[in-house]
């Protein structure tokens, strides 16, 4: 079964502090790997779709990568404003379903 | 400005009710879906259209219809609301089968009473 996990659940960081936002996904064959950020009451906002192992994409403070298996969001020297719900989505080949996982939390304090 | 457009944004209703959310998308996409979102489950998929007149159900269609007669609107129809429908739902649109990024509705909170 297609699946996509996210860890952690939530995390809090000082002003600063890099950290890293991991995905893992369980699919027959990727046709795309989505991340995005959701601010509370809003609807989500695209970030980067990755296709291929070895793939990076970067956009101001975020850095995306993508292996076989897994995703990693990595923020560097965040900022409050960075502060938001990052969500991890698939879409399989063969299939134009996309499947979602459940979102990391993250607070950067001042 | 591109955007998708959800109403209404707040709508409560009692059950078995019928219902319709409107989306509508103003970039020419041919890829539209709905989404509901819960606590702990994070976003599920209803429905999804590759292009006009063509849907396919996602992952808990069950409750729900969809029809895709223009390229622009996507209605989400609730024909007899239960309580179990609460939620909060978001309408997305994307160009290439979904292949690109979504663009995302502001979203409509549901309450079933």
């Known amino acids: 079964e297609d699946q996509v996990t996210q860890s952690p659940e939530a995390l809090r960081l000082q002003e600063g502090e890099s950290s890293s936002l991991n995905c893992s996904y369980t699919v027959s064959g990727l046709r795309g790997l989505f991340w995005y950020r959701q601010d509370p009451g809003k609807g989500p906002e695209f970030l980067f779709t990755?296709?291929?192992a070895g793939e990076e994409k970067e956009k101001e403070r975020l850095k995306a990568t993508l292996t076989k298996k897994e995703s990693f969001l990595h923020i560097t020297a965040p900022k409050p404003e960075d502060s938001a719900t990052y969500l991890c989505?698939?879409?399989?080949?063969?299939?134009?379903?996309?499947?979602f996982g459940t979102g990391t939390r993250l607070k950067v304090l001042a | 400005e591109a955007q998708v457009t959800q109403n209404p944004r707040y709508l409560i209703t009692v059950t078995g009710k019928k219902l319709t959310v409107t989306c509508s998308q103003n970039m020419n996409h041919e890829y539209m879906s709905w989404y509901r979102q819960d606590p702990g489950l994070g976003l599920r998929q209803i429905y999804y259209s590759m292009n006009v007149e063509v849907t396919d159900k996602g992952d808990v269609p069950e409750g729900y219809k969809v029809s895709r007669k223009e390229k622009r609107n996507f209605p989400l129809i609730l024909e007899s609301p239960s309580p179990n429908q609460t939620s909060l739902y978001f309408c997305a649109s994307s160009a290439l089968k979904g292949v690109y990024g979504y663009t995302f509705g502001s979203g409509t909170r549901l309450t079933v009473v």
């Open positions: 990755l296709y291929s």
């Open positions: 989505a698939v879409q399989a080949s063969g299939t134009y379903k996309y499947i």
